[in-house]
């Protein structure tokens, strides 16, 4: 079935039940099929050779073995994946008009490094929309990867966003592509998601290897270094460096909010709301923060896809 995705007019996402691995068996079990596809696996491409003006192969390294190989073709396809997991390009063709953040986390492949776009320009070709990069606010540093700066990607609907001040600051149902723009523009670029005990439960982690809820929980919630916890909010605040009175106002006013119906600070819910293509699939039911332990996980933005390319 097609569904509907925030941030796209109709519904046109297809999901898989086994994630990107589904999507590539299928993919090489017909190129297997094809006596004459050959893979050439552990082997870097580092270059394009050009002979006048035309693109006749490409040259690279065996890392097994570090043999230099060559390959000659009549025509070749270029498909390595974008750039959002190399921090230097995406700064170097950051959002037009977007407030650089101090902390912008990696979330895409380490292989998209650009390594395509770059041999492509070196060749002689053109580029086009460097800067169309689709970022998320929801990331998380991956604890796994210590000062790596890559990140987990982190949702939960029935969580508010709070800034270093305390205080909400965007409509955190609208899609990622506007929310993520709010984060950028918070001095400084990040916010904590605060929730309750049974907000633990609506918690949602991005990729395969994070498909097992309970080892998520103690990697991330019930890690202090990426999740704070407290029994009050004065604790919380305490221990995320967060303005005490502040952060209990926001959440006293949000839970207020809730049991009238209407944000009327960011028309998350109530009559004032978003239409739906604006906002999350699916809109949960607002509930209330109310559960102790209270708990704080900081996000910051991270990056994604790129949509131009060569």
């Known amino acids: 079935a097609v569904r509907p995705q925030a941030g796209n007019h109709v519904p046109r996402f297809h999901e898989n039940a086994e994630k990107g691995l589904g999507i590539l068996r299928a993919i090489y ?29 490409a040259e690279g390294v065996n890392l097994r073995s570090g043999a230099s190989v060559r390959f000659e073709a009549r ?29 912008v986390l990696m979330g895409a492949s380490p292989n998209s490094a650009g390594t395509g776009l770059e041999m492509g320009l070196a060749a002689g070709a053109s580029a086009h929309r460097l800067d169309h990069q689709w970022h998320y606010p929801f990331g998380v540093p991956d604890p796994r990867l210590p000062g790596e700066n890559r990140a987990v990607s982190v949702r939960n609907l029935n969580a508010i966003w709070v800034n270093a001040q305390g205080e909400r600051f965007v409509n955190e149902w609208r899609a990622s592509r506007y929310t993520v723009e709010a984060v950028v523009r918070q001095k400084p670029a990040t916010y904590w998601m605060v929730f309750d005990e049974t907000g633990v439960a609506d918690l949602r982690y991005s990729g395969t290897d ?21 029994g009050t909010w004065a604790e919380l605040a305490q221990k995320s460096g967060l303005p005490a009175a502040r952060l209990r106002e926001t959440v ?27 906002q999350v699939f699916p809109v949960p039911a607002p509930r209330e923060i109310l559960k102790p332990p209270f708990y704080a996980m900081q996000a910051f933005p991270m990056t994604r896809k790129n949509m131009g390319g060569l």
């Open 29 to 57: 079990r017909e190129c297997v099929r094809e006596p004459n596809t050959r893979f050439y696996w552990n082997t870097r491409i580092e270059r394009l050779t050009v002979e006048q003006g035309k693109v006749t192969g």
């Open 75 to 103: 025509s070749m396809v270029l498909a390595t994946g974008g750039f959002q997991g190399n921090e230097r390009l995406v700064r170097a063709h950051w959002h037009e008009g977007w407030p650089q953040p101090e902390r």
């Open 210 to 230: 994070w498909s097992d809820p309970a080892r998520a929980k103690a990697l991330l919630v019930d890690n202090p270094s990426v999740t704070k916890s407290a």
């Open 252 to 278: 006293d006013s949000y839970n207020r909010m809730v049991r009238e119906g209407e944000d009327a600070d960011f028309q998350r819910f109530g009559k004032q709301a978003l239409p739906p293509w604006l």
